[in-house]
């Protein structure tokens, strides 16, 4: 069973954002090849934290998902986000069900399939997530990245909504060493 704390969607939405980053049209080569290149993936994530380790039989479904996930964050509007969504939700198994934790948090649990995958669970988590920033913060927040010739597309969950890269640590720093290196070279210091 996959729980998610109600107000949480931007936990999901990271694993979500993570995710799709690793696609070979964002990176140009392929970044979940094995187990472990997923299981650090997910350790590095609070939404991937309590699910189990991934094992090699764990990576080509992953990988299907990425591609279902990043066609969510491209559609055209919430409805059909939404709709995308449900369709996760359903390779979880059941839908979702709102209760309190044992510390009395109100917390979405998506009861998983006894036999459902890591590529299942993992669907569960980006689809509530995918709910919560459709409901609270709008289907605006669904955005393709704005550095120049990167394919990717990202969830911005954050507060302000100003996010504008999908992996800011490379394409906003890549473009910021270009704008850089263009001043440099006008004579433009600062």
């Known amino acids: 069973m996959v729980h998610i704390p109600i107000g949480d969607y931007v936990a999901g939405a990271e694993l979500a954002n993570a995710l799709i980053s690793t696609s070979p049209t964002v990176r140009g080569a392929e970044a979940l090849p ?4 997923l299981a650090g993936l ?5 939404a991937g934290r309590d699910l189990r380790v991934p094992d090699a039989a764990d990576v080509q479904p992953v990988q299907l998902l990425r591609r279902e996930a990043r066609g969510i964050v491209e559609t055209e509007n919430g409805e ?21 934790d044992p510390s009395g948090r109100w917390q979405w649990f998506v009861p998983t399939a006894p036999d459902a995958s890591l590529a299942d669970e993992l669907a569960a988590v980006i689809a509530v997530a995918v709910l919560g920033v459709v409901r609270a913060l709008g289907h605006e927040r669904f955005r ?10 990202f969830i911005d969950a954050s507060r302000a909504g100003r996010r504008r890269y999908c992996m800011p640590e490379r394409c906003g720093n890549r473009l910021n060493v270009a704008n850089h290196r263009a001043r440099r070279q006008a004579g433009v210091t600062r």
């Open 34 to 37: 094995d187990a472990a290149a």
């Open 144 to 153: 393709a990245c704005a550095a120049p010739g990167c394919r990717g597309v």
């Open 42 to 46: 997910l350790a590095g994530l609070p």
């Open 80 to 100: 059909q986000s939404a709709a995308g969504a449900a369709v996760l939700l359903r390779r979880a198994g059941r839908a979702p069900v709102l209760r309190r």
